[in-house]
Each structure stands twice: as structure tokens, then as C-alpha cells.
């Protein structure tokens, strides 16, 4: 697990809990339902040598599985090489403790980086699980170099679409080609809990990760609880359609954040994240779409939350691809830069957001960092923001352009410029006294 080292400050602020039964009861989604019926792969043919191609053995199992009417699918101790597999509906694949399920190598893997299936996939299944305390391990070093290339694809290792009723507990998951966990397609019910994430961060020295994200979920009545996270991308992400989704109790290292984006169309609303801390993490919370891809993101809520040095721990904007160099550079926008970011025609697919919340919330930044960032498009000004007992300790201002609404209760944003010294353009602010 994580190591955590948390200011003293930042654990009282843990210690308010936010969370109790009755929110967490309603907020879970069901689960699958699975039939009591046990197979093994190793009944199959598989074997744990860490060498035999277990890919048709543990397909064959699934198969027999599924024409029995689903049951528990058990990998068992030891190290059991694969090519791609594909699930079925009512299926639980329990990888047991000690048993490690490992993608074939790149130089093996069928397709190479030419036209490689996903590890683990599944489209429009229902009852489906993945669990034990077991290891799935994506050996995926060789394979980030071509991140880079445009030419060249990458397997996730878990690919479930338009699936109800998933459910993901207690695995570790490691070292994926891409993509750790990638579930969309308008699936529902998705719980991911207990889970273990690593793979290097992206600017890891010897062998960083590219585009390793932990957990990318999109689609409605999303719960993600008790994970520890530490990647090369996002820690988790969602995107366009995505509605209800709750974070809780999590702990997150490297990677870039809890985001939402950047693709939004068809809207993000309900999407809460609660009692989880952030240590070395590049962004605390980060939401962030474009003109060419945008839609309304509403009715979102972050509390009680600690983050120490992270670069941003709030991070909003409507310019993820913006052009020009002086409009890149997140740290260093001022208020007389985005006061020059031109405006344009409101579409359907213009970023459009409003009614956020952020309480209770303790962060430190990187050194040179600034506090955080909102920043809406000028035809387009992101609105009713609340910020209530927020304490940020940065280098530099928050930054607040092209927004309305704002309020800040109870804050206390420390920077050398002073405390609640904002940057500001195009920005109606309303700081309430303490």
C-alpha cells in the first residue's frame, strides 16, 4: 500500500467524516448476481509455469461456465501466462491469493502493436465480476515507449462495454500495456472496490508510464471506494453521458488526478468524491474539455479531502487544447493573458460548468505552484461555485477567469501575496468574511 505522510492539519480534517452508512447505502449500486457454481482453469488445462500460453484453457473454462449458467471462474497459486480472453454474463473471475494472471509479453501478444484485443473484455454482459486478492499483472513496460507513435495500439488490460452490474474487488491490478480498467458504452451499476493500482509515474526516470489510467469509468450509478492508486495518468477519469458517480475513501499517489474529461458531450452531472487523500498526486481534482468536445458538467460536489504537494488541487478549464503558446502554460496565466483567450459562437458542444461545490478541503501545492485554476470560457463563464473551509498553502494565486458566482466561505487560500489574494479576470467573487 501507499505510504502516506499527512500534515496534522490535513488528518483533523480526515477525521470529519463525511461519509456515514445511510449515504454510502444509498448511493451503492447493486451487485451482480452470481450463481453458487465453482470451475477452475486449471481443470481446463491451464498451468502456472509462467510459460504456457493459458489463453484457450482459461476461454475454454469461461465457455463451460457460461453454458452452465455462470458461476465463480477460480484462477488458483501461480503465475499463469495469457493471451486475450473474453468474459461472460453471470461469470466471476477470482484471482485467489498468490495467483498472479499475466498478459503474454509484447513479442507474443497476438497482434502486437499492429491490432492487439484487450486482455480482459466483455460487451453488453450482465452480472459480471472480477475479484481475489490475486495479482493481474499487464507487464507492460515494453509497451509504453509506443505511446508515442501514432502508428502503433495498446491493449487495457480490463475492457467491459455497455455491461450492467460489474463489479470489481480486492485484485490488484498492475503494469498495464494501457489502461487499467476501462468501462463505458453506457454501462451501469458499476462498483470498483478494495482495488490495489500501480504502474510508474509518466516522468518516472527509468521506465515511466504512458497513459497507464487506473480506472476509467463512464455511464451512470458509478461507486468507487477504499482503492490505492498510484499511475502514469489519470487516477480515475470519465467522460460524455455520466451520471451519479460517488468516490469515497480513497487513496491516491502519482498519476494526474480525479478528472472528468475531456470528452463531455451529452453532459456529466451527480458526480461527488468524498474522505479521500491525495499525496504527490499532479492534480487533486481536474475537470477539463474544449470547444470541439464539451457539454454541461452540473451538480458536482468534492469534500472533505486532503492533498499534499500536488501541482493543482483544483483545476476546472474549458481550454484543454488551447493554441498558442501563452495560453498553455497553466501555471503562469494571468488574469491580462485570459483576458486575451478570444471568444467564440456557443454550440452544443460547448463546455458549459455550474453548480460545483468544494468543502472542507486541505491542500498543499508543489513548490511554484498555484493554488488552483477556474477558468471558463469567455461566451461561456463557468457558474455557482462555492468554496466552504477551504485551506490551500501554494506560491502562487488562485486563479479565477470567466466565471460568476463564486463564493468562498470560510476559506483560507495562503499564498506570499496574502491570504484570499485572488487572480481574477472577468470574475464575479464574493468572499464572505470568517
Known sequence: MLSRVLTSLCAMTLGLSSLD????????????????????????GA????????????????????????????????EFLSGPIQLASRINLCVEKGATLRMLPLDRYPGGTKEPADFISGK????????????????????????????????????????????????TLRDSPMFHIAIGGKSSDVTVSGVTIRAPRSDDPVT?????????????RILIKDCDVSVGDDNFTCGSNTSNVFIT?????????????????????????????????????????????????????????????????????GTY??????????????????ARYPAAPVTPLTPIYRDITFSDITATTERGRRAGLMWGLPEAPMSNVLLRNVNITADRPFGIFNAKGVRLENCKIATPEGVNKLATTNAQVEIAPK
Open 208 to 220: 515511466p508510464s504512458h497513459n497507464t489510467d487506473a480506472c476509467d469509468v463512464s455511464g451512470s
Open 124 to 171: 453488453e454482459l450482465k452480472d459480471v465480476e472480477i475479484s481475489g486478492e490475486g495479482t493481474i499483472d499487464g507487464q507492460g513496460a515494453p509497451w509504453w515507449p509506443f505511446a508515442k507513435k501514432k502508428d502503433a495500439s495498446r491493449p487495457r488490460m480490463i475492457r467491459l462495454s455497455g455491461c450492467e452490474r460489474i463489479l470489481i474487488e480486492k485484485i
Open 21 to 44: 452508512a445511510t449515504e454510502q447505502e444509498l448511493r451503492a449500486p447493486p451487485l451482480p448476481v452470481i450463481p453458487q457454481r465453482t470451475f477452475t482453469i486449471a481443470d481446463y
Open 321 to 338: 487544447n488551447a493554441e498558442g503558446r501563452d495560453f498553455r502554460d497553466l501555471t503562469k496565466i494571468t488574469p491580462e493573458i485570459a
Open 249 to 317: 475513501r480513497c487513496t491516491y499517489g502519482s498519476g494526474h488526478g480525479l478528472s472528468i474529461g475531456s470528452y463531455t458531450k451529452g453532459g456529466v452531472t451527480n458526480f461527488t468524491v468524498t474522505d479521500c487523500t491525495f499525496n504527490g498526486t499532479e492534480c487533486g481534482i481536474r475537470v477539463k474539455s474544449d470547444r470541439d468536445r464539451g457539454g454541461v458538467v452540473s451538480n458536482l460536489s468534492f469534500r472533505n479531502l486532503c492533498m499534499k504537494d500536488v501541482r493543482y488541487p483544483i483545476l476546472i478549464y
Open 47 to 78: 498451468k502456472g509455469d509462467n510459460a504456457t500460453d493459458n489463453a484457450k484453457a482459461i476461454q475454454s473454462a469461461i465457455d463451460a461456465c457460461a453454458k452452465a449458467g455462470g458461476g465463480m471462474l477460480v484462477v488458483p497459486k501461480g
